[in-house]
């Protein structure tokens, strides 16, 4: 598992005094830097390495200003060109966001997927889900 | 078929000079203005009637600043106290962005669901996928 | 004067249900896209031609979801090799901010400023403050 | 001084692969939390105390994704009812960003501003630009 902490910020609130749902996707965004740090580990954004394909979010409990959230990001899925993430946004001890995103090693000059290095592959393993729990 | 169309923001893009991917879930958000409508027609936050449950979206082709977006939202289930929407993204003729949010007719000072007004329902089946398509 | 409406967007709004302070300077940027076009009439941001100096704005009266908003964009001051902008945010017929921004026509490969163009310091003069007030 | 560091979020760079100007005052926002907790030490949303007057920012260096951002947040002006704090963007040893905002003691139900307490004075004192400098 890869963790991350910081404080809502009070502009991610809206109107009805809680974090915005629209915020969430870019705190996941955030709490997935390690990883690309897996692909590019000088964050290099003129050869980024990868391209996202599709990400899900359940919203189980509101989230509040004035107290930090935790990110807590797993690997969920290894596939030959494409992996998953699920990650959890933690506040006061409750769960209270959970989401996956599929994400694809991507080759931007040639306009599409290529495979996963292997030593990349090695790197994601280690935060697999199950190698977690077990 | 509900549709809002405006151009992307300079600051929508990021580094990959294309439109982040953390920007269409508000995108999103914005073309469901006609539905809050339907529940709160002043848009009172003060008594905001919903709250969102969950949302995916898959991203099927890169989106550029420079050229004007549309939003296009279709219902695409009704339940008792919750339903859901379909919304695409489309540039210049491409089908960029689709994805669903289910959205629960929320009492905040109950802290739970209630069931959705009669009247409401009718309003969300005119814009209903099928209704459309036929 | 160069103009631009949209409808304020909810995830714009923050816990004090009316519109964050933050918001507005994204909007001044969106105003200034006709400007941009005098620069870059393809918006070719592989060959930006300005960079953000500075910008101030002052709020004048809270602004709200639910109503649209309008941003009105002058120029005040054309130089040399840089030019200000003053722009302001109209809800319900009433200034709810005002800012000035100054931009240097920049180039991104020598990292210096360079002198505007002619031609575009004539599309610039077109939306003179004064000449518009005259 | 108050300080506060964090990593640059991916979203938060635009097409110009650097940090897009219109991020900073939320990063100067959420350096203020000290300031605000001197006021509402819960944070309460419900009876927030203070309302943002006016706010400037000057770019001094481009600011990138993959290194930390330092905000370094001063007390520059102690009014009666209202303050301004001297804040700053420092990136690698670089200050890439300064600007001034000024924050009003606020009273949103009397919809007016009120006189700042004397024991938030005095620990806004305590963050004085030359109080540090001395």
């Known amino acids: 598992m890869l963790m991350e902490q910081f404080n809502v910020r009070f502009y991610e609130t809206d109107g009805l005094a809680h974090v915005s749902n629209t915020v969430v996707v870019g705190w996941f965004e955030t709490g997935r830097e390690?990883?690309?740090?897996?692909?590019?580990?000088?964050?290099?954004?003129?050869?980024?390495?990868?391209?996202?394909?599709?990400?899900?979010?359940?919203?189980?409990?509101?989230?509040?200003?004035?107290?930090?959230?935790?990110?807590?990001?797993?690997?969920?899925?290894?596939?030959?060109?494409?992996?998953?993430?699920l990650q959890e946004v933690w506040q006061d001890g409750i769960k209270c966001a959970a989401g996956k995103t599929t994400l694809v090693r991507f080759d931007y000059t040639l306009n599409k997927a290529v495979p996963i290095d292997d030593h990349v592959k090695e790197q994601l393993q280690e935060h697999m889900l199950d190698s977690d729990k077990a």
């Open 34 to 85: 390690p990883i690309f740090r897996m692909f590019t580990p000088e964050l290099d954004l003129q050869n980024w390495p990868l391209i996202l394909a599709s990400y899900n979010v359940d919203f189980l409990s509101q989230i509040y200003y004035g107290k930090a959230v935790e990110i807590r990001t797993y690997v969920s899925r290894i596939g030959n060109s494409s992996f998953e993430t």
